[in-house]
């Protein structure tokens, strides 16, 4: 368990990641194996400024900071899949960080109305966007 958690966020963010595995799943983006691994990895809403994913221990964190309204309701939903799309990197291809592979597993999984929350992430994310989409088109994986 995670010191200093907040019990009703982390009871939405679980909420949302369920939602995002089924979602990817009914899609095909992600194989059954990889639904159940991303079911395993246990989200917590906690008071810190960013999220992290832990993967030795197979959790990720929400800041409680995210759950505001005025961020919107896919604000939520697009940080609970970034913090999945690490973990689902780092099963599939081994990476680590915001790589190209991090950002093909976030193309799988994140909802598209919701990508575009990661173009304020970083400076390069919207060109990686870019890449990963364009991979998972030649591979025959855009799915929409």
């Given at each position: 368990?995670?010191?200093g ?21 009914k ?18 809403c ?20 995210s ?31 915001h790589?190209?592979d ?25 060109k ?17």
């Open positions: 368990m995670v010191k958690y907040c019990r009703q966020g982390t009871v939405k963010c679980r909420q949302v990641s369920d939602r995002i595995i089924k979602s990817a799943r899609k095909g983006t992600i194989t059954a194996y990889e639904a159940r691994y991303l079911s395993e990895v246990t989200v917590w906690v008071d810190q400024g960013r999220g992290r994913a832990y993967y030795r221990h197979n959790d990720v964190t929400i800041p409680k900071w759950l505001t309204e005025e961020k919107g309701c896919g604000y939520i939903t697009w940080y609970v899949a970034h913090e999945l799309s690490h973990m689902l990197a780092k099963k599939r291809w081994g990476t680590r960080g790589t190209v991090f950002y093909r597993a976030l193309v799988d999984i994140c909802p598209r109305q919701h990508q575009s929350h990661e173009y304020g992430y970083q400076k390069r994310s919207p990686k966007l870019r890449q990963a989409r364009a991979i998972q088109k030649e591979k025959g994986y855009d799915r929409r």
